[in-house]
Protein backbone atom coordinates (compact mmCIF):
# COMPACT_ATOMS: atom_id res chain seq x y z
CA UNK A 1 0.00 0.00 0.00
CA UNK A 2 1.01 3.56 0.08
CA UNK A 3 3.42 4.72 2.55
CA UNK A 4 3.53 8.35 4.65
CA UNK A 5 4.04 11.25 1.47
CA UNK A 6 4.96 14.64 2.16
CA UNK A 7 4.54 17.67 0.29
CA UNK A 8 6.93 19.57 -1.00
CA UNK A 9 9.56 17.35 -1.43
CA UNK A 10 11.90 20.78 -1.25
CA UNK A 11 10.84 24.26 -0.55
CA UNK A 12 13.29 27.10 -0.34
CA UNK A 13 11.91 30.70 1.33
CA UNK A 14 13.51 34.16 2.71
CA UNK A 15 14.16 34.61 6.16
CA UNK A 16 10.83 35.82 7.82
CA UNK A 17 8.02 34.10 5.19
CA UNK A 18 5.57 31.82 6.84
CA UNK A 19 5.66 28.16 5.23
CA UNK A 20 3.08 25.26 5.54
CA UNK A 21 4.77 21.61 5.09
CA UNK A 22 1.79 18.87 4.60
CA UNK A 23 2.05 14.89 6.07
CA UNK A 24 -0.06 12.10 4.23
CA UNK A 25 0.05 9.37 6.57
CA UNK A 26 -0.67 5.75 6.12
CA UNK A 27 -4.31 5.31 6.26
CA UNK A 28 -5.52 3.83 8.93
CA UNK A 29 -2.82 5.16 10.56
CA UNK A 30 -3.74 6.91 14.40
CA UNK A 31 -0.52 8.19 15.45
CA UNK A 32 1.85 11.30 13.51
CA UNK A 33 4.57 12.48 14.48
CA UNK A 34 7.23 15.41 13.13
CA UNK A 35 10.56 14.87 13.45
CA UNK A 36 13.24 17.40 11.77
CA UNK A 37 16.78 16.56 10.62
CA UNK A 38 19.33 18.74 10.87
CA UNK A 39 23.38 18.61 10.47
CA UNK A 40 23.85 20.03 13.94
CA UNK A 41 20.82 18.69 15.72
CA UNK A 42 20.44 15.42 14.10
CA UNK A 43 17.11 13.95 14.46
CA UNK A 44 14.52 15.66 16.96
CA UNK A 45 10.96 15.30 17.84
CA UNK A 46 8.57 17.95 17.10
CA UNK A 47 5.25 17.28 17.63
CA UNK A 48 2.73 14.22 18.13
CA UNK A 49 -0.87 13.09 17.48
CA UNK A 50 -2.78 10.46 18.64
CA UNK A 51 -6.36 10.22 17.76
CA UNK A 52 -8.26 12.61 19.47
CA UNK A 53 -5.78 13.31 22.39
CA UNK A 54 -4.04 16.69 22.89
CA UNK A 55 -0.79 16.96 20.85
CA UNK A 56 2.26 16.33 22.60
CA UNK A 57 3.78 19.51 21.48
CA UNK A 58 6.84 19.40 24.23
CA UNK A 59 9.49 19.14 21.14
CA UNK A 60 8.50 22.61 19.67
CA UNK A 61 11.33 24.64 19.29
CA UNK A 62 9.83 27.72 19.70
CA UNK A 63 5.84 29.60 19.43
CA UNK A 64 6.87 30.16 15.67
CA UNK A 65 6.17 26.22 15.12
CA UNK A 66 2.59 24.94 14.94
CA UNK A 67 0.82 21.83 13.72
CA UNK A 68 -2.27 20.70 13.04
CA UNK A 69 -4.11 17.66 11.87
CA UNK A 70 -7.55 17.80 10.38
CA UNK A 71 -10.07 14.90 10.58
CA UNK A 72 -7.66 12.74 11.95
CA UNK A 73 -5.82 12.56 9.33
CA UNK A 74 -3.55 15.07 6.90
CA UNK A 75 -1.55 17.26 8.97
CA UNK A 76 0.13 20.38 8.73
CA UNK A 77 3.45 21.95 10.05
CA UNK A 78 3.55 25.89 9.96
CA UNK A 79 6.52 27.52 10.71
CA UNK A 80 5.78 30.98 11.28
CA UNK A 81 8.49 34.07 10.17
CA UNK A 82 11.07 31.39 9.10
CA UNK A 83 14.71 32.25 10.36
CA UNK A 84 17.86 30.50 8.71
CA UNK A 85 18.33 28.20 11.60
CA UNK A 86 15.38 26.50 10.60
CA UNK A 87 16.72 25.27 7.58
CA UNK A 88 16.50 21.39 7.91
CA UNK A 89 14.79 18.19 6.24
CA UNK A 90 11.25 18.14 7.81
CA UNK A 91 10.41 14.37 8.61
CA UNK A 92 6.75 12.75 9.25
CA UNK A 93 6.08 9.24 10.18
CA UNK A 94 3.24 7.56 11.39
CA UNK A 95 1.70 4.87 13.08
CA UNK A 96 -1.02 2.24 14.28
CA UNK A 97 -2.17 3.01 17.78
CA UNK A 98 -0.52 -0.11 19.38
CA UNK A 99 2.90 0.81 22.03
CA UNK A 100 4.65 -1.93 20.30
CA UNK A 101 3.94 -0.43 16.83
CA UNK A 102 6.61 1.19 13.96
CA UNK A 103 6.90 4.16 12.86
CA UNK A 104 6.94 4.45 9.14
CA UNK A 105 8.46 7.30 8.24
CA UNK A 106 7.83 10.24 4.82
CA UNK A 107 10.59 11.41 2.26
CA UNK A 108 10.74 14.61 3.70
CA UNK A 109 10.60 17.95 3.09
CA UNK A 110 13.49 19.50 2.90
CA UNK A 111 13.47 23.27 3.90
CA UNK A 112 15.60 26.26 2.87
CA UNK A 113 15.56 29.76 4.81
CA UNK A 114 18.06 31.89 2.79
CA UNK B 1 14.94 11.98 29.90
CA UNK B 2 15.70 9.49 27.40
CA UNK B 3 18.54 9.55 25.46
CA UNK B 4 20.24 7.72 22.91
CA UNK B 5 24.37 7.30 22.43
CA UNK B 6 26.08 5.94 18.93
CA UNK B 7 29.85 6.14 19.62
CA UNK B 8 30.49 5.55 16.20
CA UNK B 9 29.76 8.44 13.68
CA UNK B 10 32.09 7.63 10.85
CA UNK B 11 32.55 3.71 10.00
CA UNK B 12 34.92 2.77 6.88
CA UNK B 13 34.97 -1.10 6.01
CA UNK B 14 35.83 -3.46 3.25
CA UNK B 15 33.14 -5.56 1.88
CA UNK B 16 32.78 -8.91 3.50
CA UNK B 17 33.94 -7.64 6.52
CA UNK B 18 32.14 -8.10 9.94
CA UNK B 19 29.90 -4.96 11.22
CA UNK B 20 28.89 -4.07 14.93
CA UNK B 21 27.92 -0.68 15.54
CA UNK B 22 27.59 0.65 19.32
CA UNK B 23 23.82 1.93 20.61
CA UNK B 24 23.53 2.41 24.36
CA UNK B 25 20.42 3.99 25.83
CA UNK B 26 19.08 5.75 28.92
CA UNK B 27 15.97 5.36 30.18
CA UNK B 28 13.81 4.83 33.33
CA UNK B 29 11.47 2.54 32.13
CA UNK B 30 10.92 -0.31 29.71
CA UNK B 31 11.88 0.40 26.32
CA UNK B 32 11.52 -0.37 22.42
CA UNK B 33 14.37 -0.52 20.58
CA UNK B 34 14.53 0.09 17.00
CA UNK B 35 17.47 0.36 14.49
CA UNK B 36 16.52 2.47 11.36
CA UNK B 37 18.57 3.26 8.24
CA UNK B 38 18.60 5.89 6.14
CA UNK B 39 19.94 5.15 1.90
CA UNK B 40 21.85 8.10 0.17
CA UNK B 41 19.13 9.81 -0.92
CA UNK B 42 16.19 7.87 0.45
CA UNK B 43 13.79 7.85 3.51
CA UNK B 44 14.49 6.07 7.10
CA UNK B 45 14.11 2.63 7.02
CA UNK B 46 13.05 0.10 9.47
CA UNK B 47 15.78 -2.24 10.00
CA UNK B 48 14.93 -4.50 13.15
CA UNK B 49 13.36 -3.90 16.43
CA UNK B 50 12.49 -5.25 20.13
CA UNK B 51 10.03 -5.10 21.74
CA UNK B 52 9.90 -8.06 24.42
CA UNK B 53 10.97 -11.96 24.37
CA UNK B 54 14.39 -13.04 22.54
CA UNK B 55 17.32 -10.24 22.91
CA UNK B 56 18.74 -11.42 19.97
CA UNK B 57 16.53 -9.53 17.34
CA UNK B 58 17.01 -10.63 13.20
CA UNK B 59 16.28 -7.80 10.74
CA UNK B 60 16.36 -7.59 7.12
CA UNK B 61 19.53 -7.54 5.01
CA UNK B 62 21.40 -10.33 7.26
CA UNK B 63 21.55 -7.90 10.07
CA UNK B 64 20.52 -8.43 13.92
CA UNK B 65 20.90 -6.77 16.89
CA UNK B 66 21.29 -7.93 20.83
CA UNK B 67 19.61 -6.33 23.37
CA UNK B 68 22.03 -6.56 26.70
CA UNK B 69 19.29 -4.88 29.74
CA UNK B 70 22.24 -5.19 32.44
CA UNK B 71 24.24 -2.16 29.51
CA UNK B 72 21.39 -0.71 28.45
CA UNK B 73 23.00 -1.49 24.92
CA UNK B 74 21.45 -2.20 21.57
CA UNK B 75 24.16 -3.08 19.15
CA UNK B 76 23.57 -4.01 15.55
CA UNK B 77 25.67 -6.58 13.62
CA UNK B 78 26.54 -8.10 10.15
CA UNK B 79 28.72 -10.61 9.70
CA UNK B 80 29.55 -9.40 6.08
CA UNK B 81 28.92 -6.51 4.80
CA UNK B 82 27.96 -5.35 0.96
CA UNK B 83 28.74 -2.25 -0.73
CA UNK B 84 25.12 -1.66 -0.83
CA UNK B 85 24.91 -1.01 2.98
CA UNK B 86 26.47 2.32 2.79
CA UNK B 87 24.39 4.21 4.38
CA UNK B 88 23.62 6.21 7.53
CA UNK B 89 22.27 4.02 10.81
CA UNK B 90 20.29 5.50 13.72
CA UNK B 91 19.62 3.76 16.73
CA UNK B 92 15.80 5.05 18.41
CA UNK B 93 14.03 4.39 21.18
CA UNK B 94 10.57 4.64 23.16
CA UNK B 95 8.83 4.27 25.54
CA UNK B 96 7.28 0.58 26.05
CA UNK B 97 4.12 1.75 27.84
CA UNK B 98 1.01 4.19 26.27
CA UNK B 99 1.44 6.22 29.29
CA UNK B 100 5.49 6.67 28.55
CA UNK B 101 6.63 8.99 25.82
CA UNK B 102 5.94 7.59 22.33
CA UNK B 103 8.06 9.77 20.10
CA UNK B 104 11.30 8.55 19.14
CA UNK B 105 14.64 9.53 20.58
CA UNK B 106 17.16 8.99 18.08
CA UNK B 107 21.19 8.81 18.68
CA UNK B 108 23.57 11.01 16.00
CA UNK B 109 23.51 8.09 13.74
CA UNK B 110 26.67 6.28 12.01
CA UNK B 111 27.87 6.73 9.08
CA UNK B 112 29.16 3.64 7.35
CA UNK B 113 30.81 3.63 4.28
CA UNK B 114 31.36 -0.20 2.34
CA UNK B 115 34.28 -0.18 0.15
CA UNK B 116 34.34 -2.92 -2.46
Known amino acids: GAGVSQSPSNKVTEKGKDVELRCDPI?????LYWYRQSLGQGLEFLIY????????KSGLPSDRFSAERTGGSVSTLTIQRTQQEDSAVYLC????????????FGPGTRLTVL | AQSVSQHNHHVILSEAASLELGCNYS??????LFWYVQYPGQHLQLLLKYFSGDPLVKGIKGFEAEFIKSKFSFNLRKPSVQWSDTAEYFCAVNAAVSTGRRALTFGSGTRLQVQP
Open chain 2, 27 to 32: YGGTVN
Open chain 1, 27 to 31: SGHTA
Open chain 1, 93 to 104: ASSPAGVTDTQY
Open chain 1, 49 to 56: FQGNSAPD
